[in-house]
């Protein structure tokens, strides 16, 4: 490779955006990396935060990632991220660490993609040009009148799914937003709810059971209780 360069960018939000765990977002982050080769090809990656974090990504690609990269094989990816994984174990395993991989492996894999003349979802086993998809934002603070006009919107590209955050402080305010919301889009689109970490399983299973008959698809969480065998073994040691 010939060169390497990031860019960050802090981005204000039109308004303030809510979920039920991490707070308040008032600006995302934006952070692209590109990679120059020799012959001219470029890659672009890019990652981004809700809104903090976003400087120490850029300063674990300055610092980190950029002198430990630089001269590689671009087209050996795989064995890149490997590498990285073990070059910021110490630090890593998810978090700050992750977000920097991540934007350097899409910078590869753009490579990658240009270099055999070949779209990501072709290189990566796909057969198909279509698939699924639904809308969704960060809504836990929006009024409900305001939540489904957001509903509209998105039905109105034509989407056949929607998702909603969860995670009010009673959770009968959440039923009362997941009712209308099947009220307005009827019983040929999916509906998913997103707690964003802030129920327990016991809590998760209870409003499951109360969501059950609104036809919600899944209910996403990610329970955050003690840390796993590996790590706890690590942290041990």
């Known amino acids: 490779s010939r060169g390497l360069g990031d860019v960050y960018k802090r981005q204000p939000l039109t308004e303030p955006l809510e979920d039920a765990k991490h707070g308040t ?18 890659g672009t990656g890019y990652t981004y935060t809700g809104g903090r974090g976003g400087a120490a990504i850029k300063a674990m690609l300055d610092s980190d990632i950029i002198p430990f990269i630089l001269g590689k094989d671009p087209l050996n990816l795989e064995q890149i991220n490997d ?12 978090g700050i660490a992750s977000f920097a991989i991540s934007a350097t492996d899409i910078a590869l894999w753009d490579i990658r993609g240009k270099t055999c003349n070949q779209p990501l979802w072709k290189m990566s086993g796909g057969f ?27 039905l109105a590209l034509g989407v056949k799914g929607v998702k909603i955050k969860i995670g009010q402080d009673n959770v009968d305010d959440d039923i009362e937003r997941i009712r209308e919301v099947r009220s307005l889009i009827g019983p040929d689109i999916s509906l998913m709810v997103d707690a964003n970490y802030s129920m327990s399983v016991d809590q998760a299973i209870q409003a499951a059971n109360l969501f ?26």
Do not use: M
Not at 29 to 34: K, V
């Open 128 to 154: 198909g040009t279509k698939c699924l998809a639904y809308c969704g934002g960060i809504d836990l603070n929006f009024s409900l009148p305001k939540l489904l006009d957001s509903i509209r919107g998105y």
């Open 83 to 94: 590498d990285l994984q073990w070059h910021l174990h110490y630090v890593g395993r998810g």
């Open 25 to 42: 977002h008032t600006h995302f982050e934006l952070i692209t990396f590109t990679i120059k080769l020799n012959n001219g090809l470029e």
């Open 212 to 237: 059950k008959e609104y036809d919600v698809l899944w209910l996403s969480l990610i329970h955050i209780s003690e840390p796993t065998r590996q790590e706890a073994i690590s942290y041990a040691v």
